[in-house]
């Protein structure tokens, strides 16, 4: 008999598992919070911080940061999408060859600035050379990557930001998947690039199934089409890997809010009922990102005011009982930050307490006293 599996169980379950639906305990690793996640988007690490301290108590933006530069237990480098993210550092064996096995599209760049997959190759491996046991800026790092591979790579090719970029930044990314490269910090205003610390990756067709079991315990139930989304990764691939998985045994189908989802093969407890509960969310966090089917997750008004063209993460955004239910935004100034929350319904009362509690506990991840402002958030998306 075919498991039935309404919305409010699988959005139940979805949130005790991202520790939404009660917080981890305090000292909780912040790469445990992060592996719960699968990774925290981190092009602004601010919002990546927010994302891990309110999955938690106790955790503030210094402990990531000490996860990140001093135990490395999490590394900041290109993740799923190839946007950047913090991963868990054990986890890189999975990330690294799930990845790079992932089917890339057609180049965007012009015939004449693309490179040849030969010429990816010597760059990846000139960069993770050059990043082995140092911090590099992006200049520092082009002058080895040009040294070890030949001028052809420093050739201005790439439009970016009303200036030319070296023809081999646009692999950059693949550095950062394949474990050549991730972010080391700051050295002052510059960012700086160092190398991870060396793993072995799995062989790609056990990581790769291994992610999709781990994105279906995080996300499920889930279709291909929802994780090729999640992925960046062609619809018909994905669909191909399910079908091996289901085959396999590793995976089953299940019916979700009536049509057909998959779940990991003998994970289909879900709660009975609905968690309730609120929670502020920052930008690109990752249960606004992969939570789907997306217009059940952006109900009625929140499809309109809390997305951007139908694209998630552009807002950071107003969680009531694991729906979203308006959209926030915080203007720090010293050591004060102002948390302006723009509710899409009416709160009762206890969700009003809640809320207080949640612009106290964003204060407290980012180090600063926080003052909550009821009221309509006037800066667009990414402000």
Same mark, same amino acid.
């Given at each position: ?5 309404t919305?409010?169980?699988?959005s ?5 598992r991202?520790f ?8 909780t ?36 940061r ?17 946007t ?18 992932v ?39 082009? /002058? ?12 201005p ?5 009303q ?15 394949s474990?050549?490269?991730?972010f ?6 510059k ?25 279906l ?29 289901? +085959?396999?045994g ?6 979700? +809010?009536?049509?057909p ?23 690109f ?56 929350? /723009? ?6 009362a206890?969700?009003?307490? +809640? ?15 926080? /003052?909550?402002v ?10």
């Amino acid at each position: 008999m075919t498991v039935r599996i309404t919305w409010d169980q699988a959005s139940a379950r979805r949130l005790e598992r991202q520790f939404l639906a009660t917080p981890a305990k305090e000292g909780t690793p912040a790469a445990d919070i992060v592996g719960a996640m699968l990774a925290a988007h981190a092009q602004v690490l601010s919002a990546a911080e927010v994302s891990v301290g309110v999955r938690s108590t106790g955790t503030a933006r210094a402990d990531v940061r000490a996860a990140l530069w001093e135990d490395r237990s999490l590394v900041k480098t290109h993740g799923p999408r190839g946007t950047v993210h913090l991963l868990a550092a054990r986890e890189l064996p999975v990330w690294s060859a799930a990845l790079t096995a992932v089917p890339s599209g057609a180049s965007p760049f012009a015939p004449g600035a693309r490179v040849t997959e030969e010429q990816a190759g010597q760059i990846v491996a000139a960069i993770g050379d050059a990043l082995d046991g140092v911090c590099l800026t992006i200049d520092e790092l082009s /002058e080895e990557v040009v040294a070890r591979t030949g001028p052809w790579a420093g050739d201005p090719v790439m439009p970016a930001f009303q200036d030319m970029w070296p023809r081999w930044r646009q692999v950059m990314h693949r550095a950062g998947q394949s474990g050549a490269l991730c972010f080391g910090p700051n050295r002052g205003r510059k960012v700086t690039y160092t190398r991870p610390p060396h793993f072995a990756p799995l062989p790609a067709q056990e990581a790769v199934r291994e992610l999709v079991r781990r994105y279906l315990r995080a996300y499920g139930p889930s279709t291909p089409a929802y994780f090729a989304k999640w992925l960046a990764a062609p619809g018909g691939w994905a669909g191909g890997l399910f079908r091996e998985l289901a +085959e396999a045994g590793e995976i089953e189908e299940v019916a979700f +809010e009536g049509a057909p989802a998959w779940v990991a093969a003998d994970d289909t407890a879900f709660p009975d009922g609905p968690v309730r509960g609120v929670r502020l969310l920052p930008y690109f966090d990752a249960y606004g990102i992969a939570v789907q089917p997306r217009a059940l997750l952006f109900p009625g008004a929140a499809y309109e005011r809390a997305l951007a063209r139908g694209q998630a993460g552009n807002f950071p955004v107003l969680l009531v009982d694991g729906v979203v239910a308006g959209v926030w935004h915080q203007r720090r100034q010293g050591r004060r930050t102002t948390v302006t929350v /723009e509710p899409l319904g009416r709160l009762t009362a206890r969700q009003e307490r +809640e809320l207080a509690e949640q612009a106290e506990r964003v204060g407290e991840v980012l180090e600063a006293n926080a /003052e909550l402002v009821v009221g309509e958030v006037t800066a667009g998306p990414h402000a």
